[in-house]
């Protein structure tokens, strides 16, 4: 069945450290992949998107990076801040051009 | 740019009644909205695609009677939640795709969402 993983235990680090996420797919082939930030109580803001040929692309602090082979997406923030606290989503696409389907999101939590 | 508008922000309704909530896109034109429904700590689920001047779709195990999505304009989605109860109770989410940004027509852009509470 088709899956999309992102580690469901909240990911605590320290302010200025270098935040990474997962996110790893199974049966699906999909020619892009999106991260979203989702604040408490919101709707996802867009943040990244990276095609199936594209290897890694950055955005400010934001660099994303796909691999097809081992299906699997790393999102990274660079000199994280508290500001940066938030649940944060992939995105692949289902296929059809058109839908997304989601993966749980990894809640992020920055301390001072 | 490419701002959504959802309204109402939070609803609290009897059970047995019906409740409206409406997606905008302000500044785009979206031939494509999506509504989707997010439980507590749970991944945003996918319930249709509503496309302008069209039926919308529907995902597998969503009742269409229940949920109506009219998408009447390029700017305008609408679900209304048909005989809430309270197991309809939950967090509304609309976004749209912008018809006209080329490279970039995959984003979806998300309202603040809805959040329901059926009595």
Redesign the interface.
């Given at each position: 069945s088709q899956k999309i993983e992102q580690n469901s235990e909240a990911l605590n680090i320290q302010e200025g450290k270098t935040a990474t996420l997962t996110c790893n797919y199974t049966n699906y082939s999909p020619a892009?992949l999106?991260w979203?930030r989702q604040d408490p109580?919101?709707?996802?803001?867009?943040l990244l998107?990276i095609r199936e040929n594209e290897k890694e692309k950055r955005k400010e602090r934001l660099k994303v990076t796909f691999d097809t082979t081992l299906k699997q997406s790393l999102f990274h923030i660079t000199a994280s801040q508290p500001a940066d606290s938030a649940t944060y989503?992939c995105a692949l696409?289902a296929g059809g051009?058109?839908?997304?389907?989601?993966?749980?999101?990894t809640q992020l939590k920055v301390e001072l | 740019g490419a701002v959504?508008s959802?309204h109402p922000s939070w609803v609290i309704c009897k059970s047995g009644t019906s409740v409206k909530i409406e997606c905008r896109s302000l500044d785009f034109q979206a031939t494509?909205m999506?509504w989707y429904r997010q439980f507590p700590k749970?991944?945003?689920m996918?319930m249709a695609?509503s496309n302008e001047g069209s039926k919308a779709t529907y995902e597998q195990g969503v009742e269409k009677d229940k949920f109506l999505i009219n998408h009447a304009s390029l700017t305008l989605s609408t679900l209304t939640v048909t005989s809430a109860h309270p197991e309809d109770s939950s967090?509304y989410?609309?976004?749209a795709?912008d018809r006209g940004s080329g490279g970039?027509k995959?984003?979806?852009?998300?309202?603040?969402?809805t959040?329901l509470s059926v009595l």
């Open positions: 892009y999106q979203y109580g919101r709707g996802p803001v867009f998107l989503l696409d051009g058109n839908k997304l389907t989601f993966g749980t999101g | 959504v959802q494509t999506f749970q991944s945003l996918l695609t967090f989410i609309c976004s795709r970039a995959n984003i979806q852009y998300f309202g603040a969402g959040r």
